[in-house]
């Protein structure tokens, strides 16, 4: 299996200008590896490439699956995961843009049960 490339510096520049947007200040932005199940169907785990970012007691990952394929999550604690209904994105921005509105709504429903 081909190994995946790293976040270019476009995708880290649409990141963080996506989230300086989003926030209204610069938001430090890590890179990681993460291990996903690229196959629902195979038991394999495949190392992907990952930004990470934190935001009011949320975590944040986008994770690269391969040429223009992202997947994103949100969670709080371990148990508090989330996604976004989605299961691979195209686009970053649209990426990242899809995955902020979904936990800006869970927030907004939290708040008001």
Not at 31 to 53: G, N
Not at 69 to 96: H, M, N, P, V, W
Request: hydrophobic share 35%; with cysteine.
């Amino acid at each position: 299996m081909t190994e995946i490339e790293d976040f270019s510096a476009q995708d880290m520049d649409i990141s963080k200008q996506t989230l300086k947007e989003r926030y209204g200040q610069a938001v430090e932005i890590q890179l990681a590896d993460v291990e996903l199940r690229l196959d629902p169907s195979a038991p394999e785990l495949t190392a992907c490439p990952a930004i990470y970012w934190e935001m009011r007691d949320c975590h944040f990952v986008v994770s690269k699956l391969g040429k223009m394929r992202f997947y994103a999550q949100f969670y709080y604690k371990g148990s508090e995961q989330y996604g976004t209904g989605i299961r691979q994105f195209d686009d970053l921005f649209e990426c990242i843009t899809t995955l902020l509105r979904v936990q800006a709504d869970h927030e907004l429903s939290k708040s008001n049960a």
